[in-house]
């Protein structure tokens, strides 16, 4: 398997999309709800797209759009267009929903439950059972999951200001996770409560420090 799971920061990069269909606009709208530039070349796209502040571009200007862009999505079924956008973008990061392999990253189908974004990768052999593993996933995760999530997030920005050691840190953190009135406090959905017993179990282990 040739890919590896990472997660690309696209707040402020430029994305350039060849082709306004469905897998264009889907793709469109990922990358702007992530703060990114997008400037598609193409027909048309949709008000949605406008409002979100992506620019349309005549196929013409694909050498300019290329030459602008930190990253290149090939979402077109001009096949002829398509490999020539491919062939002058080897200098920036491509994607090509034609042809993934030819790409450099590839764009999951993922989705968000609170803070939690979960990716999905059948390395192209089964959109279908993509779907299928997202709503299994979805049924899953419940809201004390999330509320977890939270309070570890709180547990972990309070425990650094006095714990050095990440490892010592990571131990508190199992404590806190193994805690039964934590527990009992977050099934109930006293998120605020839990917090304030962290502060003071942190607070009495750690008050001579």
Excluded: C
């Amino acid at each position: 398997m040739d890919w590896t799971a990472l997660y690309l920061k696209t707040s402020g990069l430029k994305v350039f999309i060849l082709g306004t269909g469905e897998v264009a606009t889907r793709r469109a709208n990922k990358f702007l709800d992530h703060g990114a530039t997008v400037k598609l070349a193409g027909s048309s796209i949709d008000d949605e797209l406008m409002t979100k502040g992506a620019t349309l571009h005549s196929t013409d200007e694909v050498d300019d759009l290329v030459n602008w862009s930190d990253f290149v999505v090939i979402a077109s079924g001009d096949k002829k267009l398509s490999d020539y956008v491919a062939g002058i973008s080897h200098e920036k990061l491509v994607n090509r929903a034609d042809f993934p392999d030819d790409g450099d990253i590839i764009v999951p189908t993922s989705f968000n439950i609170g803070d939690i974004e979960i990716s999905i990768f059948t390395n192209g052999k089964s959109p279908l059972m993509a779907r299928q593993l997202r709503k299994r996933i979805q049924s899953i995760i419940t809201e004390e999951d999330i509320l977890e999530i939270e309070l570890q997030d709180y547990s972990r920005s309070l425990l650094k200001e006095i714990i050095p050691d990440q490892k010592d840190r990571r131990d508190y953190l199992y404590k806190i996770f193994e805690d039964e009135d934590i527990q009992t406090l977050i099934s109930a959905g006293e998120i605020d409560k839990a917090k304030a017993v962290i502060r003071e179990s942190v607070g009495r282990d750690f008050d001579d420090t």
